[in-house]
T-cell receptor, first 111, second 112 residues
């Protein structure tokens, strides 16, 4: 039982490049989330998926897109990376917000 | 809107002393409250939650939290802190059926 896994662990992009962050969970949870964490700002929700086939914007969705590929997988795409998107990205899953389980994070640097 | 506040950016305690990390909440209806811990370069780990029942909730690693409805608080406590408890702690409240709202976090440093 791996819980929530994320790939890659680290990534460096140049401004304007694109990439997809992958997330998978094996706990059969319906809901999945993408957050970014920046110093002094806590966790900010980018997008979430309440259940398979649905996605909704969080607090800071601009510059991002998501795909809920199936119940297990939820990916986050940066179409044209900007330095302001330098951050640590966390994926999480839960069953109706009764406690979220987090992945190990992806450290992204955009130069 | 549901929200939590962590009034202290940093808490410093000596090993063996009691540790308290403060959290206050604002909700409409019954609160579902959570504490998470983040060790350096790691994801968040669930510590404990309050849904209903006893006001004193016990969690992982010897932590507990006290729910106080009249003071709208949910403070995290540990009777005797360890150096290994040094980490970033987040309080959270359920915002709706699917989302949590997180506080800004409190950095705990336990000195030997």
């Amino acid at each position: 039982n791996a819980g929530v896994t994320q790939t890659p662990k680290f990534q460096v992009l140049k401004t304007g490049q694109s990439m997809t962050l992958q997330c998978a969970q094996d706990m059969n949870h319906n809901s999945m989330y993408w957050y970014r964490q920046d110093p002094g700002m806590g966790l900010r929700l980018i997008y979430y998926s309440a259940s398979e086939g649905t996605t909704d914007k969080g607090e800071v969705p601009n510059g991002y897109n998501v795909s809920r590929l199936n119940k297990r997988e939820f990916s986050l795409r940066l179409e044209s990376a900007a330095p302001s998107q330098t951050s640590v990205y966390f994926c999480a899953s839960s069953e109706r917000a009764l406690g979220q389980y987090f992945g190990p994070g992806t450290r992204l640097t955009v130069t | 809107a549901q929200s939590v506040a962590q009034p202290e950016d940093q808490v410093n305690v000596a090993e063996g002393n009691p540790l308290t990390v403060k959290c206050t909440y604002s909700v409409s209806g019954n609160p579902y409250l959570f504490w998470y811990v983040q060790y350096p370069n790691r994801g968040l780990q669930f510590l404990l939650k309050y849904i209903t029942g006893d006001n004193l909730v016990k969690g992982s690693y010897g932590f507990e939290a006290e729910f106080n409805k009249s003071q709208t608080s949910f403070h995290l406590k540990k009777p005797s802190a360890l150096v290994s408890d040094s980490a970033l702690y987040f309080c959270a409240v359920r915002a709706n059926d699917y989302k949590l709202s997180f506080g800004a976090g409190t950095t705990v440093t336990v000195r030997a």
